[in-house]
């Protein structure tokens, strides 16, 4: 059973950089997909970025640009890089995995406040 941690949220200044690591206590060679959400106090979990193990990639549109998902499945890593932050961006971050069973396992979330 794979388990999620992400770290590198924290605070920052408008225009400013993080990059979130989600790291799996089992392999994610095999999962399907993986990626990034967020939720804000007050609003639904959105989607950010995701990737399949093929390496196609999507975007939301607020982050298009900006944010960039990658993966280190040797080091059962998924990343998430986060340029130009803007306070809009303040919001819990959650890393998801996708099985190849079809199940989706959650992280506990880190924060990032960006300040204006």
């Known amino acids: 059973q794979v388990r999620l941690v992400e770290s590198g949220g924290g605070l920052v200044q408008t225009g400013g950089s993080l990059r979130l690591s989600c790291t799996a206590s089992?392999?994610?060679?095999?999962?399907?997909?993986m990626g990034w959400y967020r939720q804000a106090p007050g609003n639904q979990r959105e989607p950010v970025a995701g990737l399949t193990s093929g390496g196609t990639t999507v975007y939301g549109n607020s982050v298009k640009g900006r944010f960039t998902i990658s993966r280190d499945n040797a080091e059962n890593a998924v990343y998430l890089q986060m340029n130009s932050l803007k306070p809009e961006d303040t919001a819990a971050y959650y890393c998801?995995?996708?099985?190849?069973?079809?199940?989706?396992?959650w992280g506990q979330g880190t924060q990032v406040t960006v300040s204006s």
């Open positions: 998801a995995i996708r099985t190849e069973f079809g199940e989706t396992i």
């Open positions: 089992g392999s994610i060679s095999s999962a399907s997909w």
